[in-house]
Every structure is written in structure tokens, then in C-alpha cells.
């Protein structure tokens, strides 16, 4: 019987595919990392407070990709190149969710609307990956190789959704609240859609590496396109609710420490 647990087995247990994995995910974080470090040089001055959270969350990023390439290293692996039908952060640079990269960039000072654009942009992915992480988290705490990790990044990415939540509920409170929802709106079904088109291309390069069957790719394409009509229908919403969230200021400190891996 297909289920997330047995084809996450699947992909853990070979060395080309975990490679693959692990190397998507180290991509993702790291240039997460880029983005948030550029974003925090280069906020506004009414905004300078939100500068230490914006680089924590830029730091857990960078982080969580050293995580993900410590992981190779402690089995015998080096990163592979990531295809580019499955660079889900580039894919949602070149569709214009989020800011620019061109603009980050250069040395100006963004505005108050950029940081609005950033936080929408966050909270649509940040629940993305807080969801992919509690699957794991779910299935895998307790892995010996991988348990660790999960658990961690998986903490992490709560805070960051926490983090979303509460700022812009406090850009709602100072006026900013129809745009707010505008934009998540437009980041939400922007992503939907790439994150169908991305998980097709991943499991289409998994199916290659482990020799997957017509009918077994076929069942988990149309599993992919079952979640994506789902989403379209309505599960977008869940993207772009805000409520105060349990951890308050989850992002007012240092970032957590990392565990070694190799």
C-alpha cells in the first residue's frame, strides 16, 4: 500500500535518492537564507526592529541546509545537481511571489510595502513547509539517521509561521489589512500551483532512480493532482487565515543551536 511513510522508506533508503532529496531540500533552505539575509540589510527605517527576526529567520534557513548536507556527508554522500523543474524557491522567484531577486540585489531600501509583499509571501510558504515537516516529524522522530533533524527543522518552521502570523496581524491592526489579504491570496494559489508542478517533477526523478513502475507513478500523479484540486477548491484558505499564534515572539531570539550530524 502507497503512503507518505513508505515512499519517504523508499527514498531514505537509497543512496541516489536521498542524495537527491537531500540536496533539493539544502538548496531550498539555503537560498531562503540568501533571501531573508538580503531582506534584513535592506529594511526600511520605521521598520529597523523587524530587522534581528527577519535575520534569525534567515539564519535557521542557512542552517537547516548545513543540516541537510550534514546528513550526505554522514553517509558517504556528496550534494547532486538540482534539476530545475524542482527548484521549488526559484520557481516561485520567476512567477513573482515574493520579492524580486533582482531587487534584493541592490543596495536600496525597501518599503513598507515590500516587507508586507515578504511576510505574505513567508506565511503561504512557511505553511508549506511547517505541514511537510510535522509529516515527517510524524513518521520519522524517532529515525535514528534522519530523527534529529526532522525534529529540529520541524520546531524551526513552526516559529517562522508564528512569526508570520504575528507580524502581520500587527501591519493588519496599522492599516495594511486589505492588502495583506490581497497578496496572500494571489501567493496562496500562485503556490498551489507550483507546488503541484513541483512534486510531480520530484516523484518523476524519483520514479527514474528507484525503477517505479507506469501504474505506481501514475497512482502518485494522480495523487498529486487529487491534492492540487483540493487545494484549488477551498484548502487554499488555510494559507491565508491569521490568528495571534500560541508562541509569541517566536523569533525574538537567538536561533537554536545545531545538532551535528556528521
Known amino acids: ?41 535592506l529594511v526600511p527605517e520605521s521598520e529597523r526592529e523587524l530587522a534581528p527576526k527577519i535575520t534569525r529567520h534567515g539564519a535557521d534557513e542557512d542552517k537547516h541546509g ?32 515574493g520579492l524580486a531577486h533582482e531587487q534584493l540585489k541592490r543596495d536600496e531600501r525597501l518599503t513598507v510595502g515590500d516587507i508586507v509583499t515578504y511576510l505574505s509571501h513567508s506565511r503561504v510558504t512557511e505553511q508549506r513547509a511547517s505541514e511537510q515537516m510535522e509529516l515527517l516529524r510524524k513518521h520519522f522522530a524517532d529515525h535514528p539517521d534522519i530523527g534529529r533533524a526532522v525534529k529540529q527543522i520541524s520546531n524551526d518552521e513552526d516559529n517562522h509561521l508564528a512569526y508570520c502570523h504575528e507580524e502581520l496581524l500587527r501591519f493588519a491592526y496599522a492599516g495594511h489589512g486589505r492588502v495583506i489579504q490581497r497578496t496572500l491570496r494571489e501567493c496562496a494559489l500562485a503556490e498551489i500551483r507550483i507546488y503541484r508542478d513541483v512534486s510531480l517533477a520530484v516523484m518523476a526523478n524519483m520514479g527514474r532512480i528507484l525503477g517505479w513502475s507506469r ?8 495523487g498529486i493532482h487529487a491534492m492540487y484540486a483540493y487545494e484549488r477548491l477551498g484548502g487554499w484558505r488555510r494559507m491565508v487565515s491569521l490568528k495571534t499564534p500560541e508562541r509569541r515572539n517566536a523569533l525574538g531570539g537567538p536561533a537554536s543551536a545545531e545538532p551535528e550530524f556528521a
Request: hydrophobic share 45%; charged share 20%; proline share 5%.
Open 215 to 222: 501504474a505506481k507513478s501514475a497512482v502518485l500523479a494522480a
Open 1 to 41: 500500500m502507497l503512503s507518505a511513510k513508505s515512499l519517504f522508506q523508499e527514498i531514505l533508503a537509497d543512496d541516489e535518492s536521498f542524495a537527491l532529496f537531500c540536496s533539493i531540500a539544502a538548496s531550498g533552505e539555503s537560498q531562503g537564507g540568501w533571501e531573508n539575509a538580503r531582506i534584513a540589510a
Open 66 to 97: 548545513r543540516i541537510f548536507n550534514a546528513l550526505l556527508k554522514k553517509r558517504g554522500l556528496d550534494p547532486v545537481p538540482v534539476p530545475p523543474e524542482t527548484d521549488y524557491t526559484m520557481l516561485l522567484e520567476k512567477n513573482g511571489i
